[in-house]
């Protein structure tokens, strides 16, 4: 049977970050239908360059048993040695994540062993080019991706991107898989709010996951703050918003934007790295997920409130509008427009659209499914 022995390569538990699940998810799903291998790193960045602490050990639902950390990333008699090995496996296949740029000479060196003794190698593209985008980026992504046979994108916005790097390359484009694995309780509301000390007669909107500049937390602010001037009299009636995720030292803007609007009353602030098992309670107490993006490829986050039957809002940047029917599982708004992003959320809980908006969801769960994603790798 062709394809019968894969490769997969990429962050896996206890490594920290959506790109880890999503990699611990795929190997669970691979594993039903192939013979799949794990190699994740021994070290994924310099401490230079990401001074935080890289993995979470407090939680293994998403452990991959038998995980080979083999990867120096930066070092490229490591590297070498790695290919070899994986070479004398003799793969059908090899998956690569694909995310960032820093990875660019350790997977040119990687595949370039690869192809000489002709494994096919498949990159799955979380995004083409980085959120943040920064000199060489471009020729960086060009060197590592070139090399493969093939491409898995999760936005119809990153083929152009692709092509600009590779004119004939060969791609599918999948959208992202659900992220169910977090229901660890399949905690109803009443019990998260009570867990939060939350009213079960709040309506709340959450914020979730690493705060920076392009998600666009300060436009959901001033929605915020302009649902009180404009849409509620009685400010009980208002909706809360909990900001929950690692604000990576911009905290103060963010904090002076809340004093300067005086909506203090009104959004809740979870600072810091929300451990796997924690992540339950914050969604299923939520009524809706907003995605007040500036700019986007796809997010994990999207997937996350589909596991959870959660709506949601986004911006019609990216590839979000590919996974968000407008007005069947949540609504599309203007990027950078504060008011009608206001209007949305007016809209969502004054229509009381969160039944019809997750039976959408439901009904839509195949297109979702971890199934899709293998059926495309095959």
Known sequence: MPNDKWVLIGPVYPYKGGISHYTGLLY?????HKEVEMISYKMQYPKFLFKKEQRDYANDTFKVKDTR?????????????????????????????????????????MISRLKRAGIPVTYICHNVFPHERFPLDKQLTAMALKKADNYILHANGEVKDLLSIKKDADYKVQVHPTYSAFNFENMDSDTARN??????????????????????????????????????????????????????????????IIENKSIGNMVRIIDGYVPDKEVEKYFSAADLVVLPYESATQSGIVQIAYGFKKPVIVTDVG??????????????????????????IYKYFKEDKKASYTGGIKEREYRFSWDRMVEALS
């Open 28 to 32: 669970r799903a691979l594993s039903k």
């Open 195 to 256: 867990r939060l000390g939350i009213d079960k007669t709040i309506k709340l909107m959450l914020f979730f996951g690493f705060v920076r500049e392009y998600k666009g937390l300060k436009h959901l602010l001033n929605a915020v703050s302009i649902l009180k001037e404009r849409y509620y009299e009685d400010a009980e009636e208002m909706p809360v918003l909990y900001v929950v995720g690692d604000f990576d030292g911009n905290k103060d803007e963010y904090l002076a």
């Open 319 to 344: 590839g979000l509008p590919e996974v968000v029917e407008d007005d069947v599982t949540g609504m599309i708004v203007k990027a950078f427009d504060d008011e009608a992003l206001a209007g949305a």
């Open 69 to 109: 950390f083999l990867i120096n990333t930066a070092n490229p008699f490591n590297i070498l040695k790695v290919a070899k090995g994986i070479v004398k496996m003799k793969p059908d296949k090899v998956i690569i994540q694909w995310w960032h740029p820093y990875f660019a000479p350790c997977y040119r060196i």
